[in-house]
């Protein structure tokens, strides 16, 4: 099979879809809908997200040093996609989606999400146009039907996780291809 160069794009980079939930000054919840994230070890697991380009979410970040990343479900898609597509500058995003605080942090949690993590910014690494924050997990909620030790494949159906390749929204159908270091 011979390959080609081809123009810088994320096709398939596969990405978890998160809100990112922040309070405005007037104490309403505000979303926005991101899935440049990851995870990194530093002293124990930490969240990696990037913000790029002027958002309330980021403002409001770096006001307060915590937010929520809420997985986006398939039930909860419709609402985050709206909540990706309107500046939270312009619109109110609060009445879309039903809120809680969160159990550790003053984080607004989506109580459709599956599975919130609460978080606060250890460090900030500032790009051109975009910054990265490295957070510390201070606390994850989760729907209890996805805590236990029940066969991992049923309880990431439950959770119904939606990513993104490309443009496009994807749910994830789990079927287990083998653990790790069993394929070799």
Known sequence: MSKISMPVSNDFCPQCLYLYGTYKENGEPNYGLFCWATYCWDEGLKF?????????????????????????????????????????????????????????????????????????????LHLDDSEIYICSIKNVLAEECLAGESDFEERLRQAAPVISVSTKYFPVRPVSLGDWGSLG
């Open 48 to 124: 990696v997200a990037c913000i790029g380009q002027d958002k309330l979410t980021r403002d409001r970040i770096r006001a307060e040093g915590v937010f929520s990343a809420s997985v986006v479900s398939e039930a909860l898609l419709p609402a985050a996609d709206f909540c990706g597509t309107h500046p939270g500058y312009e619109f109110d995003k609060s009445e879309k989606i039903e809120s809680e605080d969160g159990a550790v942090l003053h984080v607004p949690v989506p109580k459709a999400s599956p599975w919130t993590f609460e978080l606060q910014v250890d460090k900030t």
